[in-house]
T-cell receptor, first 111, second 113 residues
Framework: EPEVTQTPSHQVTQMGQEVILRCVPI?????FYWYRQILGQKVEFLVS????????KSEIFDDQFSVERPDGSNFTLKIRSTKLEDSAMYFC?????????FGPGTRLLVL | GQNIDQPTEMTATEGAIVQINCTYQTSGFNGLFWYQQHAGEAPTFLSY????GLEEKGRFSSFLSRSKGYSYLLLKELQMKDSASYLCAVRDLGNSGYSTLTFGKGTMLLVSP
């Protein structure tokens, strides 16, 4: 069964550094998403992406964040200058129509 | 904005039936999802309702009443592995016409022997 994959599974970085989180959505899916989940809190929507551009973004998704689909398979989330409060689990999801399927997540720790 | 409420915790015993409720308030409702999330793992899809009524899928059923802004997830024949957080999520049409998914805080279900 096709799955969303994410790399790396864990990332530790220093405050102020840039990080790039990578996702490979399910191949025939057209809509892609990033979510984050701070430890012990709810899953929060960050951004959705369709037809090579952002379709929706939340208030969390400020100028420090960007997304890109650099080739036909990868979907990336970049955080330009990480802050302590960016420490969270970041989930990528993709969908063809209704149901969003989530990747296993990248656990980001900012020190 | 959106407001999604579900109980924080529930407990049940193996073999029993449990119902997890979810109420929501949203402006552009476009479907309700239930996900299961084990600690440290990704949410996994359980069910989807967009019309009123009951959707059954094996041991899991989900009900929706759009007029009441209410849904429930029913789990039958509980097993120990069902101990997890159950997330109610509402799909809403955003300002640009594309859908966004807003999650509740989740209900932590503990199944005991």
């Amino acid at each position: 069964e096709p799955e969303v994959t994410q790399t790396p599974s864990h990332q530790v970085t220093q405050m102020g550094q840039e990080v790039i989180l990578r996702c490979v959505p399910i191949s025939n899916h057209l809509y892609f998403y990033w979510y984050r989940q701070i430890l012990g809190q709810k899953v929060e929507f960050l951004v959705s992406f369709y037809n090579n551009e952002i379709s929706e973004k939340s208030e969390i998704f400020d100028d420090q964040f960007s997304v890109e689909r650099p080739d036909g398979s990868n979907f990336t989330l970049k955080i330009r200058s990480t802050k302590l409060e960016d420490s969270a689990m970041y989930f990528c999801a993709s969908t063809e129509q209704e149901t969003q399927y989530f990747g296993p997540g990248t656990r980001l720790l900012v020190l | 904005g959106q407001n999604i409420d579900q109980p924080t915790e529930m407990t049940a015993t193996e073999g029993a039936i449990v119902q997890i409720n979810c109420t929501y308030q949203t402006s552009g409702f476009n479907g309700l999802f239930w996900y299961q999330q084990h600690a440290g793992e990704a949410p996994t899809f359980l069910s989807y309702n967009v019309l009123d009524g009951l959707e059954e899928k094996g041991r899991f059923s989900s009900f929706l009443s759009r007029s009441k802004g209410y849904s429930y997830l029913l789990l039958k024949e509980l097993q120990m592995k069902d101990s997890a957080s159950y997330l109610c999520a509402v799909r809403d049409l955003g300002n640009s016409g594309y859908s966004t998914l807003t999650f509740g805080k989740g209900t932590m279900l503990l199944v005991s022997p």
